[in-house]
């Protein structure tokens, strides 16, 4: 974007993905604040140009635009609603919630900001932070007109693909975790059917070229595995508890609709044993290497 509006914006959660984000609006020339726990992170952003404030609150003073990006639906309450909170700015208008959280939470957050005339919108992001350095980076939005119009400049400057999905905010957060838990399930069967092709003397790699030109080819196999995993990195840039946290969400979510989650379950299942394995922490990528420890002596 050439010329950037001349609302100032905000970016709260400096995280594995808050940053690089954060980083696209300041690249896009948007007059930034920012304010996270990490004294260190925020430095380095303040070495780039941005201005560092201490709370949230102090953020939402400061700027008419503001985004977060947060690790959990009880951390995304404390920084919209609580002491500190952006609802106490005084110069916000429009809070961009990029954190997946569930759709309660962010419904109920929605509605808390409402009552103080502060418009949400519910702006998840997809890609992680390899998708922001390949410009793959999607986002899609839910909330009303008026406030993805005060926020489209600034949106579209942070994101490759925009979508504006509906009026209520809960809704992106339901396909956001639809889309986590399609991601997570790939990857699960791909590591554990790959797994397989390995026992019975195929090469990793040839197998892969295989499946990419047939009917098993996904996300997982066409990029996850072959970047990740044949070439030994294993760093997407994404925790393993951050996506074993959105399929449990996306359970959740499903429950509430009436909608069946009989194969989430069983992916569900994969990924908390993994973390019960001392995995928590580990690049979600190593989802694969415990998908193979799980194997036995063959029959």
Not at 170 to 190: E, R
Not at 264 to 287: N, P, Q, S
């Amino acid at each position: 974007m050439n010329t950037p509006p001349s609302a100032r914006i905000g970016y709260i959660g400096l995280g594995d993905m808050g940053m690089p984000l954060a980083l696209k609006l300041l690249a896009a020339g948007f007059d930034l604040t920012v304010c996270d726990r990490n004294p260190e992170v925020a430095r380095a952003m303040a070495e780039r140009g941005a201005r560092v404030r201490s709370t949230p609150t102090e953020v939402a003073d400061d700027a008419e635009i503001v985004f977060a990006c947060l690790p959990a639906p009880v951390v995304s309450q404390e920084v919209a609603l609580g002491a500190q909170g952006i609802v106490h700015g005084s110069k916000i208008r429009v809070y961009i919630e990029n954190s997946t959280i569930g759709g309660e939470a962010m419904r109920g957050i929605a509605q808390a900001l409402a009552a103080r005339e502060i418009g949400l919108l519910d702006a998840p992001v997809s890609g992680g932070p390899t998708g922001v350095a390949a410009g793959r980076l999607s986002c899609f939005v839910s909330g009303a007109d008026a406030h993805f119009r005060q926020a489209e400049a600034a949106l579209t400057g942070m994101c490759d693909r925009l979508f504006h999905i509906g009026q209520t905010p809960g809704q992106s957060q339901v396909l956001k975790l639809a889309n986590n838990l399609i991601n997570a399930a790939s990857l699960t069967i791909s590591s554990e059917m790959l797994a397989m092709t390995s026992r019975a003397g195929i090469d990793l790699a040839v197998a892969i070229d295989v499946i990419n030109a047939s009917t098993g080819r996904n996300r997982a196999t066409e990029q996850t595995i072959k970047e990740q995993i044949l070439t030994g990195k294993y760093a997407v840039g994404a925790r393993l508890d951050i996506l074993a946290k959105d399929v449990s969400l996306a359970i959740a979510e499903a429950d509430s609709l009436g909608a069946s989650h009989m194969a989430a379950d069983g992916v569900e299942a994969v990924w908390r044993a993994a973390m019960a394995d001392g995995r928590a922490k580990d690049d979600l990528t190593r989802i694969q290497q415990f998908i193979v420890s799980q194997g036995r002596e063959a029959n």
